[in-house]
């Protein structure tokens, strides 16, 4: 195997490993109840990386003659709004429930591409939508009846939110893609997420839906300082440069693969570090989740190689 190839696989494990850690970290992030605080950190952070990136000539962003400038503002808006709904979401279920709601963001991906860039799926492919769409309702319905363990129904709309922005934002990427390179779509993603949370931060403090004895409490706590050091560096900063190597040194295939990984590696970390439950239900509708998240992109890989003979 070429060394760039096990350099591929080992950036896919680090990856996986961060974006499973990710739930975990952003659960314990929250419990200052001040999401967009901790979403203003985050990027921050990872637009101080990419800053640091390009002035130091490792990276190039050029924008200069370069249209569409409307969906990079419309996918910094997606991406902001994604993990602010998320970590908001968080507050109410636990992270290994949020965990299980990563597994869907390629669901609600095929369903906008096909709706929006008139991307065509075989009847196969539709099945496979319909499993894991169906066990994600499953699992709510399910949560939402069982007063023993059962889930908070405001934490999963605020997660189908997230998810469904975050998966917006990665069809648009797709449709920039020719245009942009990953670097610069980060470095304006990362901008323009600022910017957003930043005002929206303001605006609770003016308002004083927040005050600062509860900031200068949250960074008295080393917990949420490390959480959000974290998030930052490591969950946005790092985590985009890993997936930037992985897609451009692995077939579309099995780099999805693992992506659909950092689910049970969230339910892990939820349940070993957190000690959160994590009930059979949970379990069989994870396992179909990501079963009919598989079978998408096994149908797509095989379609697409019968298209290159």
Not at 126 to 154: C, E, P
Not at 267 to 296: D, H, M, R, S, W
Request: one cysteine or more; charged letters at 10%.
């Amino acid at each position: 195997m070429k060394k760039n190839a096990w350099f591929a696989y080992a950036c896919a494990v680090g990856f996986t490993l961060i974006m499973g850690a990710v739930s975990a970290v952003g659960k314990i992030s929250v419990a200052y109840k001040l999401p967009v605080l901790v979403v203003v950190i985050r990027y921050f952070l990872a637009v101080v990386g990419n800053f640091v990136m390009h002035h130091t000539g490792i990276v190039h962003v050029h924008y200069k003659g370069k249209g569409k400038r409307e969906l990079l503002l419309l996918s910094g808006i997606c991406y902001a709004g994604s993990y602010v709904f998320q970590l908001w979401g968080v507050m109410y279920v636990s992270s290994v429930v949020n965990g299980v709601m990563i597994a869907t963001v390629p669901i609600w991906t095929e369903v906008i591409a096909r709706i929006f860039l008139k991307e065509k799926t075989t009847l196969l492919q539709n099945g496979f939508l319909f499993l894991s769409a169906g066990s994600v309702m499953a699992m709510v319905l399910i949560g939402s009846s069982d007063s023993v363990r059962g889930i908070d129904i405001r934490g999963l709309l605020l997660l189908f939110i997230a998810f469904i922005m975050e998966a917006a934002n990665g069809v648009i990427i797709r449709s920039l893609r020719e245009e942009y390179s990953s670097a610069e779509l980060s470095y304006s993603s990362t901008l323009i997420s600022l910017g957003i949370t930043t005002v929206i931060l303001a605006v609770q403090l003016g308002t004083h839906t927040i005050d600062q004895s509860m900031i200068a409490a949250a960074f008295g706590d080393w917990k949420f300082v490390a959480s959000v050091l974290f998030l930052g560096l490591g969950g946005t900063f790092i985590a985009a440069l890993l997936k930037g190597y992985i897609l451009q040194h692995m077939s579309a295939l099995r780099a999805t693969a693992w992506y659909n990984a950092a689910t049970p590696v969230a339910v892990i970390f939820g349940v070993l570090f957190l000690k959160e439950p994590f009930y059979l239900y949970q379990i069989i509708c994870t396992v179909l989740i990501l079963a009919g998240v598989l079978g998408i992109q096994i149908c797509k890989g095989y379609k697409q190689k019968e298209g290159d003979d």
